[in-house]
């Protein structure tokens, strides 16, 4: 069996930016139905066992260990307000849903794609999310991540010919260079080019050389950059945390198992929701998608 773990939160942003946004007078709810259905679609294409993490709160543990992580402020409030409306939706479709507090949605992915790919029935763990941080739990062509909107699968070796790393360096390459979208800076002088250059050489910045003289690969200002990592390893190490997925969130969700995860069908409770949301043709179609 194939198991596809979805971030909700992200798909609610596109949805809102997509389809939703090209409408003169969209409906308030539009990125919840347009979240719905396209979630509806995956198991209208026969995804048997299926689980969304959202971020029920937009502030985690993160916040506590680096002062600048992103947080809430900024975001348009028609979709912060759509997320517990999403998630109650999914869960009336039937469907596994990680309301994640303490953490963030990608680890309940990541979380999620640990005890699915542990589980031997399972041929393919399908992360539905085009976001850098969960490359990092690519594995092989085992557990790969798949951007609906680019129509795009990267396995290891995409993972690779993307950020020049695999898939387990992701968190060090993200420590150097930064992640701005999650609102830390990484080391100064660490580019792209650099960063995977010395990280495909060493892996893990630990077994970086401290002593650029010694490095037998060619990296502009090598010096300058080894003696940054050398005056702010702290730093470092705690970009690296940040920027590290958490694959035991038992203390914020029950995770589960993947038979925990197989769609059965909508509840009762869909016909109503979708009905005061405006599209009441969705039962139809999640009655059609359980009976084929």
């Known amino acids: 069996m194939k198991v596809h773990l979805v971030d909700g939160t992200y798909e609610l942003f596109r949805q809102h930016f997509g389809a939703a946004g090209k409408h003169r007078d969209p409906s308030p709810f539009a ?3 347009g979240a719905l259905t396209s979630t509806l679609a995956l198991l209208e294409e026969g995804v048997t066992h299926l689980a969304v993490a959202t971020d029920h709160e937009i502030e985690s543990f993160r916040n506590d260990l680096w002062h600048g992580y992103k947080t809430g402020e900024g975001l348009p409030d028609e979709i912060v307000h759509q997320i517990p409306l999403l998630e109650q939706a999914l869960e009336a479709l039937g469907v596994t849903v990680w309301p994640m507090g303490r953490y963030e949605a990608d680890d309940g992915l990541a979380a999620g794609a640990a005890v699915a790919s ?6 393919q763990v399908i992360l539905v999310t085009p976001d850098k941080d969960l490359a990092q739990c690519v594995l092989g062509d085992r557990v790969v991540q798949f951007d609906r909107r680019a129509g795009v699968v990267t396995d290891h070796e995409g993972v690779v010919a993307k950020f020049g790393v695999a898939p387990a360096s992701i968190p060090d390459y993200l420590a150097l260079v930064g992640d701005a979208a999650d609102g830390f800076p990484g080391l100064p002088g660490w580019g792209a080019t650099s960063t995977s250059t010395v990280l495909a050489r060493w892996g893990h910045l630990e077994h970086v050389p401290h002593d650029a003289d010694t490095w037998d690969v060619k990296v502009r200002g090598a010096a300058k950059l080894a003696a940054t990592l050398r005056e702010q390893w702290d730093l470092a190490m705690l970009f690296r945390d940040v920027a590290t997925v958490r694959t035991d969130v038992s203390d914020d969700v029950a995770i589960g198992s993947v038979d925990d995860w197989h769609w ?3 509840s009762t409770a869909f016909e109503a929701l979708v009905h005061d949301l405006g599209s009441p043709r969705l039962m139809e179609r999640a009655l059609r998608a359980a009976a084929g």
């Open 264 to 266: 059965r069908g909508p």
């Open 118 to 123: 542990a589980d031997a029935r399972v041929t």
């Open 31 to 33: 990125a919840t139905l």
